[in-house]
């Protein structure tokens, strides 16, 4: 068995910002020579978010405002006595922080229109690491 570990790192905005993730991912399972097996994508921390998605720029500001009705960043969040990211901390937790792709014959198993992004929630430009690991043979 197999196990091989890859890091995207990421300069990000903040503020809601989606970017796909799908082709560094794809690469990353070409360098580690896996042809059946699993693909676990992660982001650490509690203000981002990994999920699959249609990554198209009408689904992205669907998403984007689904997400400002259910976790609003002008509402009042007990966690913003001491920052002010409440919504960002809310909204990670709805989507969570990991995905897995099953990989067959040597490709991630995605749908035509499904890619794997990253979501970044926080109030500020942050520097991201993504953490990839593959597992099988």
């Known amino acids: 068995m197999t196990v091989a570990t890859h890091r995207i790192r990421l300069d990000t905005r903040g503020r809601g910002q989606i970017i796909d993730l799908t082709p560094q991912l794809r690469d990353a399972l070409a360098k580690s020579g896996l042809k059946s097996g699993v693909c676990v994508v992660h982001v650490p921390g509690s203000t981002g978010a990994i999920t699959a998605m249609e990554f198209e720029p009408g689904l992205v500001e669907d998403l984007t405002k689904a997400l400002e009705r259910l976790a609003p960043a002008d509402a009042h969040y007990a966690h913003n006595t001491h920052d002010d990211n409440g919504y960002a901390h809310i909204r990670a937790s709805l ?40 597992v099988g043979e």
């Open 95 to 134: 989507l969570g922080p990991s995905v897995s792709i099953p990989v067959v014959d040597g490709a991630l198993s995605l749908g035509t229109w499904q890619q794997i992004v990253f979501l970044d929630f926080d109030t500020r430009p942050r520097q991201r690491e993504i953490i990839v690991q593959f």
